[in-house]
Structures are given as C-alpha cells and as structure tokens.
C-alpha cells in the first residue's frame, strides 16, 4: 500500500464516518481509529511520518496508548472483553425493521447464538450472532452506519 | 378475482430431474414466509437445493421490512437453501446471480426482457414484477448457508391503488394467465446455472458484465439512493465486488445497500 491508497483509504473512512478500522495485508497492517491515528506497525517509517497532516481532528498522528483522548475505557477495563466483528461490508442495522426494538443494547445477558444485529449489503441481510454467551457492553457503531469488513460492532464480557 | 392454475407438482418434479433441486422441492399452501421457514429448515441442517414454494404468504418479508404483496395462488414465492463453501464476502454474489438468473427464466420462458435495478429487482416499464431477498447464516470465516428468496407476480389481474404504481404482473403485461410451475422451474434451473459459474473470479467478472448488460441503472440513471441520510446523483458503474457507484455534485459514492430508486 502505497502513500496515496492510504491518503484515499483514509479520506474513504472519514466521508463514511467510520470511527475505527483495521486493515492486515501481507506484511502491511493498518489501524485508523477517528480522531487519533495510529499506523503501520510493520510499514516503512517513511510512510508513517508524513500521515500527521491527514488526521481529520488535525492531531498529529501519536501511539493509541500515549494519547491522553483514546476513550474512558481503559486498557484493563478492556483485558477479556470478547469484540463481535462484521464479517462482511454492509449497513448496520440494530433491529430487524424499522422502529421495533432492537436485539440487544448494553448491558443485556446474551447467549451464544444469539442475534445481535443485522448488516445488510446489496439486499443480503446477515443476522450476526453472538458467538459466545456474555454481557454486551457497548455497541460500536450506530444504527444505520455503513460498517467495514473486520469492523468491531459489539464488544461482550464472557460469562 | 382472478381463477388461478395450481401447481402441477409431478410436472415440476420431472423438470427438475437432474438437477440440483431434483427431490428436494416442498410445497405449502399457505406459509408465513418461506424465507423465514427456509432459514429455519437449513438451521437444522436441510441440504444444498432444497427449496420451499407457496401459494400465499401471511407474513412475506422484503428490505426494510417491507412486505411482499400476496394474493393467493397468483405469484412465485420461493426460497431456496444453497451451501457453498466460501467466505462471509463473497455471498454478494448470491445477490447480484440471482436477478440475472430471474432475468433469464422470465426472458427465456414468457420472452419479456425486463429492467435490473441493482442489486435485483426486476421491473417491466418501471414497475417491480420481481423482487429477491437473501438471508445468509456466517461466522467470520465462513458462510454457513445462504437462503435466496425470490417473489415473481405472475398472474396477478391488477394490484390495489396504492402499490398499482410501482407494481406489475406477467399477465398484466402480457394479457395471457402463465403457468407458474413452468416458470418455476426454469427459474430454478437458471438459478443453477448462474450459481455454478458465478462463484470464480472469471464468473464474477462475466457476472459484472451480465449485470451492467441487462440494467438500465448501473450506468447514467439519475437516481436517488436511500442509505447514508439520502442522496442524489447518478449511476457510474459497478465496483469490482459489484456495488453500485454514483457521482453526487461532491464526490464519488458507494451503494452498500439496496434502495436506489429512479429520480
């Protein structure tokens, strides 16, 4: 992946308002959460530097873990918690039509197998399941969003 | 009301000889959805091809929670079970495979040459006579299986007001009744064909040239698409995973979901 395939993938995640993202292809791997930015664990430090400028907040570009912002949760609050990824591109969707209640919200017991939500792309609609039984804790991403493949939607505390 | 022909099973049975479907068909008079039952059926583990047709759906479902409209005995209503081993992000080919599939058993048996509105709803001078819906069942790495449920208006006489605007029937094409067993099976053996070549990387790519063959709206259609808070513009192609391009006055966008509509 070349400087502008990132600049676009990058301007690609910010019109669709996509908060985070994880790309591993070969021995490139991407990882762009909103606001901070964080790059190319294994990508020639050259790439890296000049990304600063692309940060939508117009941060500089610094590590997750040293960024004062990165969310209230922290790294030992999120040790254990198992992250529901979608398994294609699509639309999230957190009820099964319009205006009914959703499957799950935070807090809510679930068992494996259990339906948490729908992504619907080109009228497939995927119902995804829990694959394990646990407390959800937040849902990541909101309701009628477009979602990426491999994208976190829910993150659950395993029984 | 309209007299309509029931199926003739044994007819059907005897075109399927051979195929993937072949002992594998299950008529109910009357069903929630077969869509529904079908997702159940392969849940508990009913194999690659079975299929499940009705007369009338009390609970039929389409995108958004919109339901298909049923009179008894009048439309195709069937869902079928595939199982093909492949991942969660290439069951987009299911979709886009089977309006082409519809396409050719509607053209090759009643000889009408209907409109794809991506992904694959089949219109005739503007109005839907064919809509699909697929469920898919998948873990992250694999697709467990995939139920493609598709809704033919065969031999409707008319439509109440307020769907007679943007639905249509065969037979209100046409001026003649079809035999739907007929149909029937030629859509599933179309769908067999479609289902064996697409899923290659040359399948997919002759299955982006089919699509943009027969649709009017992948290229040039001033359209307005109905996801990401609503937007307008028009139709520039498809992706290489077969999503649908438009060009607004700012920027080049992606259709993820369905609902494209003409504006």
């Known amino acids: 992946m070349n400087q502008k395939e990132l600049r676009e993938l990058i301007e690609f995640l910010i019109e669709k308002d996509i908060a985070e993202f994880e790309l591993e292809r ?76 959703p499957f799950v919200k935070p807090g809510d017991k679930v068992e ?10 080109m009228k497939l609609m995927n119902e995804i399941e ?13 309701n009628g969003q477009p979602v990426e493949y491999g994208q976190p939607l829910f993150s659950i505390r395993p029984h | 009301m309209s007299t309509t022909i029931p199926y003739d099973l044994a007819e059907l049975n005897a075109a399927l000889q051979e195929s993937l479907f ?17 997702m159940q059926a392969a849940t508990a583990g009913v194999e690659e091809g079975t299929v499940i047709f009705t007369d009338q759906q009390t609970a039929g479902r389409g995108r958004n ?59 005739i001078e503007r109005k839907k006579v064919c809509g699909v819906l697929t469920e898919i069942s998948a873990d992250a790495e694999q697709l467990r299986f995939a139920v493609i449920g598709i809704g033919v208006n065969v031999n409707q006489p008319s439509f109440p007001g307020e769907i007679a605007g943007f639905a249509t029937s065969l037979q209100m094409e046409t001026g003649k009744q079809w035999s739907r067993t007929e149909l029937l099976a030629a859509m599933l053996k179309s769908l067999e064909t479609q289902y064996r070549g697409a899923l290659t990387t040359e399948g997919e790519q002759a299955l982006l040239c089919r699509v943009e063959s027969i649709s009017s709206y992948v290229r040039g259609k001033r359209v307005h698409v109905d996801e990401a808070g609503g937007y307008d513009g028009v139709t520039d192609g498809l992706d290489a995973r077969g999503f649908l391009r438009v060009r607004t006055a700012e920027s080049m966008r992606t259709v993820l979901s369905g609902g494209v509509r003409e504006s």
């Not at chain 1, 494996?112 to 792309?121: D, F, M, R």
């Not at chain 1, 646990?134 to 991403?141: A, S």
């Not at chain 2, 009357?30 to 869509?35: M, R, V």
């Open chain 1, 130 to 142: 829990a694959d394990l039984g646990g407390e959800i804790v937040k849902r990541l991403v909101n």
């Open chain 2, 65 to 123: 929670g919109h339901n298909w409209h049923s009179e008894p005995g009048a439309a195709i209503l069937v869902s079928i079970v595939l199982r093909p081993k492949i991942l969660p992000t290439q069951s987009l080919w299911l979709s886009l495979m089977a309006g082409v599939a519809m396409h050719d058993a509607i053209l090759r048996t009643c000889g009408i040459a209907c409109d794809l509105r991506w992904p694959n709803d089949l219109l």
């Open chain 1, 112 to 121: 494996a197998g259990q339906v948490l939500c729908i992504i619907e792309a």
């Open chain 1, 26 to 101: 070969g021995d490139v791997k991407v990882r762009v959460k909103r606001g901070v930015l964080v790059a190319a664990t294994a990508m020639p430090l050259h790439t890296a530097a000049p990304l600063a400028p692309l940060s939508p907040s117009g941060v500089p570009a610094e590590p997750l873990m040293e960024s004062p912002g990165a969310g209230k949760t922290s790294a030992s609050a999120d040790e254990g918690l198992h992250v529901v990824k979608s398994p294609i591109v699509g639309t999230f969707y957190e009820s099964p039509s319009p205006g009914s209640p």
């Open chain 2, 22 to 38: 072949s002992g594998k068909v299950h008529f109910l008079p009357e069903t929630g959805s077969t869509n529904t039952l079908a």
